[in-house]
């Protein structure tokens, strides 16, 4: 069964600092991955996914994430932080054949002024 | 509708009450999916619906939840006897098929606190 580890449970970065956000999945056949936003007291919004084809992925604002397979991760950046950004991050993964989204723990951000 | 709807967003109830959560997903998904947010623990996924048929139920953490979905639309998460580990965020969500692959859409969730 596929699983997803978020390694950090709270990031702090000062504001225009790079943000990388670290997500290992493991997946027996080749996996969906996501990267999901929760501002607070909203739902989850998604940011990004990878399913084929290309393994840099760009998503909303300003964030980007890259697929390596032979790392089996798919860490999440963004290369100035802003207020804004502070929000809990979820990476996920699902696998070919429909299965439903596995969620990892999530990692708060914070970004300091 | 314009995004997932779900009610009520914050419940209060006493340990051994039974308590209804409701989801109206997206107009024209499909597939519907309950999850369940606990502090630190991430989402946990509970149940999805392919219409009104829940192929998979292995995720409910006891016989005292329930859901069904009628006309393919309206889905109520039931929990009976409740108990105060069920306190959480049970988030709805829906897609507009069930694929792996798919975009999946999150209402803003039910707190609900057993006291």
């Known amino acids: 069964a596929q699983s997803v580890t978020q390694l950090g449970s709270h990031v702090s970065v000062s504001e225009g600092a790079l943000v990388l956000l670290r997500c290992n999945y493991s997946?027996?056949?080749?996996?969906?991955l996501f990267w999901y936003v929760q501002y607070p007291n909203q739902g989850l919004q998604l940011l990004l996914k990878y399913t084929t084809g290309a393994t840099l992925v760009k998503g909303i604002n300003g964030f980007e994430a890259e697929f390596k397979k032979s790392e089996t991760s798919f860490h999440l950046t963004k290369p100035s932080a802003h207020m804004s950004d502070a929000a809990e991050y979820f990476c996920?993964?699902?696998?070919?054949?429909?299965?439903?989204?596995?969620f990892g723990k999530g990692t708060r951000l914070s970004v300091i002024a | 509708g314009a995004g997932v709807s779900q009610s009520p967003s914050n419940k209060v109830t006493e340990k051994g009450k039974d308590v209804e959560l409701r989801c109206d997903p997206i107009s024209g998904h499909t597939a519907l999916y309950w999850y369940r947010q606990s502090l630190g623990q991430g989402l946990e996924f509970l149940i999805y619906?392919?219409?009104?048929?829940?192929?998979?139920k292995s995720g409910l953490p006891s016989d005292r939840f329930s859901a069904e979905r009628t006309g393919g639309s309206v889905s109520t998460l039931t929990i009976q006897r409740t108990q105060q580990e069920d306190s959480a965020v049970y988030l709805c969500?829906?897609?507009?098929?069930?694929?792996?692959?798919?975009?999946?859409?999150f209402g803003e969730g039910s707190w609900l606190t057993v006291v």
């Open positions: 996920a993964v699902s696998e070919a054949g429909n299965t439903p989204l596995v």
């Open positions: 969500a829906s897609s507009p098929i069930y694929s792996s692959g798919n975009t999946i859409y």
């Open positions: 997946s027996s056949v080749p996996p969906y």
């Open positions: 619906f392919q219409g009104n048929s829940a192929p998979d």
